[in-house]
């Protein structure tokens, strides 16, 4: 069975930094790229950043695009995504979703999410 | 980039009526459209990719259809279990843009 498993998330001041992990079992991590998607209270999916299978290739939505930083370690079956110079507007779930598999595919599993808040 | 637009925003309907829920991107996707459900308190779970392949496990009620820059994803008999917030994503390349959901409710 498929699992991913967020964690990291918490109370953060504006400025701040937080490092968000996501646990994998149940399938060949090394073998799929991944991403993270969050989600605003109340508010709809935003995709967030992708990783290619070997963490070669990466790409960030524009609205954190040199504030955070995706990563993996194949080895672990872990993903990472490193946040800094957080915001209010960061404030969210955040998801990490497994792709489908076999070239450019849509989200087939995903995690339970992991609350971050930024506030003072 | 290109934008995803969906309509209508939300929606009321009876159970057991046919619903349908519009995708628009800005530009040709070719066939990279993805469709999730996500009920209420709960995380998103793929419906339907390729525009028209349901997911493993996905009801025969939920169908999509579409090319290029017009999809639709339709309910043919709507049932309690289907109230949720739907949405429709492109998955071609990056950003993997998603439309703001369309909140379906019963009547």
Not at chain 2, 57 to 75: E, K, M
Not at chain 2, 96 to 101: A, D, L, V, Y
């Given at each position: 069975?498929?699992?991913?498993?967020?964690?990291?998330?918490?109370?953060?001041?504006?400025?701040?930094?937080?490092?968000?992990?996501?646990?994998?079992?149940?399938?060949?991590?090394?073998?799929?790229?991944?991403?993270?998607?969050?989600?605003?209270?109340?508010?709809?999916?935003?995709?967030?950043s992708?990783?290619?299978?070997?963490?070669?290739?990466t790409?960030?939505?524009?609205?954190?695009?040199?504030r955070f930083t995706i990563s993996?370690?194949?080895?672990?079956?872990?993903?990472y995504l490193q946040m800094n110079?957080?915001?209010?507007?960061?404030?969210?779930?955040?998801?990490?979703?497994?792709?489908?598999?076999?070239?450019?595919?849509?989200?087939?599993?995903?995690?339970?999410?992991?609350?971050?808040?930024?506030?003072? | 980039?290109?934008?995803?637009?969906?309509?209508?925003?939300?929606?009321?309907?009876?159970?057991?009526?046919?619903?349908?829920?519009?995708?628009?991107?800005?530009?040709?996707?070719?066939?990279?459209?993805?469709?999730?459900?996500?009920?209420?308190?709960?995380?998103?779970?793929?419906?339907?990719?390729?525009?028209?392949?349901?997911?493993?496990?996905?009801?025969?009620?939920?169908?999509?259809?579409?090319?290029?820059?017009?999809?639709?994803?339709?309910?043919?008999?709507?049932?309690?279990?289907?109230?949720?917030?739907?949405?429709?994503?492109?998955?071609?390349?990056?950003?993997?843009?998603?439309?703001?959901?369309?909140?379906?409710?019963?009547?």
């Amino acid at each position: 069975e498929v699992q991913l498993v967020e964690s990291g998330g918490g109370l953060v001041q504006p400025g701040g930094s937080l490092r968000l992990s996501c646990a994998a079992s149940g399938f060949t991590f090394s073998s799929y790229e991944m991403n993270w998607v969050r989600q605003a209270p109340g508010k709809g999916l935003e995709w967030v950043s992708y990783i290619n299978s070997v963490g070669r290739i990466t790409y960030y939505a524009d609205s954190v695009k040199g504030r955070f930083t995706i990563s993996r370690d194949n080895a672990e079956n872990s993903l990472y995504l490193q946040m800094n110079s957080l915001r209010g507007e960061d404030t969210a779930v955040y998801y990490c979703a497994k792709d489908r598999g076999g070239g450019a595919t849509p989200f087939d599993y995903w995690g339970q999410g992991t609350l971050v808040t930024v506030s003072s | 980039d290109i934008q995803m637009t969906q309509s209508p925003s939300s929606l009321s309907a009876s159970v057991g009526d046919r619903v349908t829920i519009t995708c628009r991107a800005s530009q040709d996707i070719y066939n990279y459209l993805a469709w999730y459900q996500q009920k209420p308190g709960k995380v998103p779970k793929l419906l339907i990719y390729a525009v028209s392949t349901l997911q493993s496990g996905v009801p025969s009620r939920f169908s999509g259809s579409g090319s290029a820059t017009d999809f639709t994803l339709t309910i043919s008999s709507l049932q309690p279990e289907d109230v949720a917030t739907y949405y429709c994503q492109k998955y071609n390349s990056a950003p993997r843009t998603f439309g703001q959901g369309t909140k379906v409710e019963i009547k």
